[in-house]
């Protein structure tokens, strides 16, 4: 049973050249306990992915990155529309704690000014 996530939760969510018109995500909700392997489900744009993928970092409550992971696109790509994605997440070692969920825009120019991420925070627990 899935909640969806509340207005309340969505101002947990920081958006830099995104916004929710962009990328929506489903799983896991701001604020989440979460495991140390859990899933994040959503929808993107087809201009987030890049062949029809696009990376997911954690970070821990300094900012050092614990994983970083593929999100796939689970339907057609290439597209304006948003398309389903799904990544699995393992966070190596033994953290526990705080951390931010990431979620990136591929951007295969590697130019700054076509960046665009959303954040929020979530803690791992077990």
Request: cysteine-free; glycine content about 4%.
């Given at each position: 049973?899935?909640?969806p ?8 969510i920081t ?10 995500v489903?799983?896991?909700f701001p ?7 859990f899933?994040?489900?959503g929808?993107?744009?087809g201009?987030?992915f890049?062949e029809a993928?696009?990376?997911i ?8 990155l614990?994983?970083?992971?593929v999100?796939q ?5 290439m ?6 994605f ?8 033994s953290y526990?704690?705080p951390?931010t969920?990431?979620?990136?825009k591929d ?7 076509h960046?665009?991420f ?6 791992i627990?077990?």
């Amino acid at each position: 049973n899935i909640e969806p996530v509340t207005e309340e939760l969505a101002e947990d969510i920081t958006y830099v050249n995104a916004s929710a018109d962009i990328i929506k995500v489903e799983l896991p909700f701001p604020e989440a306990v979460v495991g140390r392997e859990f899933s994040v489900i959503g929808q993107a744009r087809g201009t987030w992915f890049f062949e029809a993928s696009f990376p997911i970092e954690v970070r821990d409550k300094d900012n050092q990155l614990l994983t970083t992971v593929v999100a796939q696109a689970q339907s057609e790509w290439m597209t304006e529309n948003f398309v389903p994605f799904k990544a699995e997440v393992k966070i190596p070692g033994s953290y526990i704690g705080p951390a931010t969920l990431i979620l990136k825009k591929d951007n295969p120019s590697g130019l700054p000014e076509h960046d665009a991420f959303i954040f929020f925070p979530i803690t791992i627990e077990y």
